[in-house]
């Protein structure tokens, strides 16, 4: 008989739930994770104030803003039932030629660019500006973005935010990659469709610190240092870094965008106003500015910002976006295939199955594993 039933070999959002759920069940779990503290790219680092001002803190997301949005009434009674989410809404904006705009494209948007007023009128200018494009099968993501919102709002709202992501010409980017895009006639601000919405109230440490509960965790461990040992630990293995990895890149690495950030305590009460504004010009080299005490709603006579840069991944960087180009999906399936052959380890969450995913489809799918 082993030590463990279970071996989690990463303790972001996936990993944690799947380890509640089996300590509920009674069984014994071990979960390892690289780095320093628990929680994935959810970690929020408490920042205090600058010396003399007010006390408390501020909860910043130190690997880039994390907005909890779900229809799933399910997942959103689960996450509730570990800790309570306030009413956050995400509300962008965009900025332009030291212009603002308000996202997603909706009426608010169109009277900002245009002045038109009514859903008509909008309607009307966006059918003028989709004209422009003159192509019935978009070859690439410039001329989809174009047919699907117009000239104007590619140029001003679209193409450098895009470029600087990718850190490629919108001209050379799939189409594919914006299939489509929301546009509303209506004088909406929120972002997200979705029923419920929010933040855990003191920050996402909070609900892993309920998750991870009564769990062993190892923290600061690098699972290839001793991969045969921690493998002989337990009955089986739940996998959550990178698939390629693990296979020691036998294929070549999958190919990501990274990103790095600038943060800064201002001692001012407010910076920006907003919790998110994207600058989506190549007049700035960051694509977002996050001012993170409005995702609480701080009163703070201080506050803390973070500009986000977009970068060329390289082995040894933080993976966060995978490149879901045809070359890259085609080595997936080669690793996908190495993984199937495994025998009492599952390869799941965003890194072991090189996928994006948002918040609530993780939770899902933990949920919904048999145990």
Known sequence: MKKYDYLIVGAGLYGAIVAYRARKAGKRVLVIEKREHIGGNLYCESMTGPKG???GVIHVHSYGPHIFHTSNKE???FVNSLVPFNHFRYCPLASYDNKLYHLPFNMNTFYELWGTKTPEEAQKRLAQERSYVGVTVPQNLEEQAISLVGNEIYQKLIKGYTEKQWGRDC???PA???RRLPVRYCYDNNYFNDCYQGIPIGGYNKLFDVLLE??????GIDFFTNRDNYLSLAEKTVYCGPIDQFFDYCYGPLKYRSLRFETEVLPIESYQGNAAVNYTGHDKPFTRIIEHKYFEFGTQKWTVITKEFSQEWELGMEPYYPVNDEFN???????????K???????CGRLAEYKYYDMHEVIKLALERDL
């Open 75 to 77: 997942v959103w009674d």
């Open 341 to 347: 052959k495994q025998s009492n380890i599952s390869f």
């Open 214 to 219: 009564g769990v062993e965790v190892q923290t």
């Open 171 to 173: 001209k050379d980017l």
């Open 176 to 178: 594919f990659i914006i």
């Open 53 to 55: 001002e007010d006390q």
């Open 329 to 339: 999906q085609q080595l997936l399936k080669r690793y996908q295939t190495l993984a």
